[in-house]
């Protein structure tokens, strides 16, 4: 139904104005209805490391953090500087099992992924030290020695998303520039036009992005789970032992994406409640 409201008579001669149909008004000349249309639940239910929950997959996105060239590569940035990748490439065989699976259940796939201005007015010094401490080395917006990419430069192939994690055109991109991806971006504003109120998290890295911008979705009000299969770091083990502590005790809840894949192959309903 693309009106915003079940009975047709309201809805008479108008016409739908809004992004989605979860935040949809309806209008014409000398009226406007502002009544959003019904969602129906979609309830799924997952064993998560604390409890049984339930969440509703018609109020849910996934959230993908920084699976890119520059991070999970192996000629990307990380690597160049000596990071050893192999653990950031651990979501990548997880991901690919369950991301056919949240399509098909109509789940909005949200990639978050660092994208810096060409000019770089947008990284501050602060930001621009944490990776580059002496001034003198490879940071953001650097070339890399030999191929001369821009580190994490928006639309370049340092920035895209690894090859191993195909996309459509369904999935929704979000550029930041910061750990959290709800500073200066638009991401609230996207979520609050599907009308989502529970984030799936995975990506790298757990205890840096992930967790940052995962925080920052508690704090405002979002539902949180935490994929721990789909999420790594390429810091030490103690960080994703205190990451997952953290989110279990603090921020949300901590699920394997295979409970998540079960539940779907369960009989989770499907729908079309987004366009």
Known sequence: MDGASSDPALNEGLLPLGSSRANRWMVAEGRANLVRQPVLPRPATVKTQGKLVTFDLARTALVVVDMQNDFCHRDGWLAHIGVDVAAARRPIAPLRRLLPLLRGCDVPVIWLNWGNRPDRLNLSPSLLHVYNPNGAGTGLGDALPGSGAKVLERGSWSAAIVDELPTEPTDIHVAKYRMSGFQDTELDSILRNL??????????????????????????????????????????????????????????????SEAIAAELANGASKGTNRD
């Open 195 to 256: 009308g989502v109120n529970t984030l799936m998290f995975a990506g790298v890295n757990a205890d840096q992005c992930v967790l940052c911008t995962l925080q920052d979705a508690n704090f405002r009000g979002y539902d949180c789970l935490l994929l721990e299969d789909c999420t790594a770091t390429t810091s030490p083990d103690y960080c994703m032992a205190a990451t997952i502590y953290n989110v279990n005790q603090c921020f949300g809840f901590v699920v394997g």
